[in-house]
Nanobody, 123 residues
Framework: QLQLVESGGGLVQPGGSLRLFCAAS????????IGWFRQAPGKEREGVSC????????NYADSVKGRFTISRDNAKNTVYLEMNSLKPEDTAIYYC????????????????WGQGTQVTVSS
């Protein structure tokens, strides 16, 4: 069974940092581009960042550029999202998702989704 599992979410104060993890089971992530997406209550889902299968290409939403960094370790079958200088507006459920092509990630055409991890930024 192909599965993605997110972890690392939690409650953090504004200006703080969190590192999210996206782990795969049932398949190897190195064949897939991976994206991070988020959805806040009452809002539409938003693309946050994508990374190509090799890690050589990345992209970011304007709202997180300079604060978030996506990376991957294919040997560990894991993708990371390092989030710094967090703001209350970053509060959302964060999902990782997989697709075969980097451009499909950018256009949010994903094949597999995780269940999400809650990130709350509040004082």
């Amino acid at each position: 069974q192909l599965q993605l599992v997110e972890s690392g979410g939690g409650l953090v104060q504004p200006g703080g940092s969190l590192r999210l993890f996206c782990a795969a089971s049932g398949f190897t992530l190195d064949l897939y581009a991976i994206g991070w997406f988020r959805q806040a209550p009452g809002k539409e889902r938003e693309g946050v960042s994508c990374i190509s299968s090799s890690g050589g290409r990345t992209n970011y939403a304007d709202s997180v550029k300079g604060r978030f960094t996506i990376s991957r370790d294919n040997a560990k079958n894991t993708v990371y999202l390092e989030m710094n200088s967090l703001k209350p507006e970053d509060t959302a459920i964060y999902y990782c998702a997989a697709t075969r092509e980097f451009n499909l990630c950018v256009f949010e055409e994903l094949e597999y989704w995780g269940q999400g991890t809650q990130v709350t930024v509040s004082s």
